[in-house]
């Protein structure tokens, strides 16, 4: 599992996502990197990434509510918090990804781990 409250920086591979400008505060972007599907966060005005899938039943968890910094599963109500990426509701136990977020000379930045 990787999560980046605990990721080893020689270990990941900064992608160039899109000028942090375009994210405006409140909404979320969808992305794939490096195979995986991630949904980038602004809450404000602070950028977060997770996987973009639900550890319960491997649904989509992206397009969920927010509810302060977690997501809602739309499919059965898990929550995740994006900052981390911990399951802190069922009927989700695993935690999802969390991606280390940056922005550089004004652009998103998600770190993947490297393969």
């Known amino acids: 599992m990787f999560n980046y409250t605990t990721f080893d920086e020689s270990k990941v591979e ?21 195979g995986k599907s991630v949904v980038i966060f602004n809450i404000a005005d602070q950028f977060f990434a997770i996987a973009d899938v639900c550890t319960h039943d491997d649904g989509p968890l992206g397009d969920g509510d927010l509810e302060g910094y977690n997501v809602v599963c739309p499919r059965h109500g898990a929550e995740f918090d994006v900052r981390t990426g911990q399951a802190v509701q069922l009927p989700a136990v695993v935690d999802v990804p969390a991606y280390p977020v940056r922005v550089v ?5 998600v770190g993947i781990p490297k393969e």
């Not at 000379?105 to 930045?109: A, R, T, V, Y």
């Open 14 to 34: 900064y992608l160039e996502i899109a000028p942090a400008s375009e994210l405006r505060n409140g909404e979320r972007l969808f992305i794939e990197a490096e």
């Open 105 to 109: 000379d004004g652009m998103i930045q």
